[in-house]
Nanobody
Framework: VQLQASGGGLVQAGGSLRLSCAAS????????MAWYRQVPGRERESVAS???????NYAVSVKERFAISRDNANNTVHLQMNDLKPEDTAVYLC?????????WGQGTQVTVSS
């Protein structure tokens, strides 16, 4: 499975961005998908996840501001990010899992200015 993330950029605090991750998978609908973020010098952090069945989980720091969704018809997962804060600045990486097999995308940079 190849994962291509897009949608990052520079935004002012309080603004919004929508990230997308396109997956090359013949059976995208069976994959659990997630977004992580990475800041240099810090551990990679789970931001949001969505199971094959549509169950969603969020990090406490983004709950009520971020929303993950999946479009199985187009093999895509989205992350709608609202009310962005400077501490959301990171490289956001797309992640897929099927059983014990995992895949990572290359990431997209999100920078939030104060």
């Amino acid at each position: 499975v190849q994962l291509q993330a897009s949608g990052g950029g520079l935004v002012q605090a309080g603004g919004s961005l929508r990230l997308s991750c396109a997956a090359s998978a013949s059976r995208f609908n069976v994959l659990a998908m997630a977004w992580y973020r990475q800041v240099p010098g810090r551990e990679r952090e789970s931001v949001a996840s969505i199971s094959a069945g549509g169950r969603k989980n969020y990090a406490v720091s983004v709950k009520e501001r971020f929303a993950i969704s999946r479009d199985n018809a187009n093999n895509t997962v989205h992350l709608q990010m609202n009310d962005l804060k400077p501490e959301d600045t990171a490289v956001y990486l797309c992640y897929a899992r099927w059983g014990s097999v995992t895949w990572w995308g290359q990431g997209t940079q999100v920078t939030v200015s104060s």
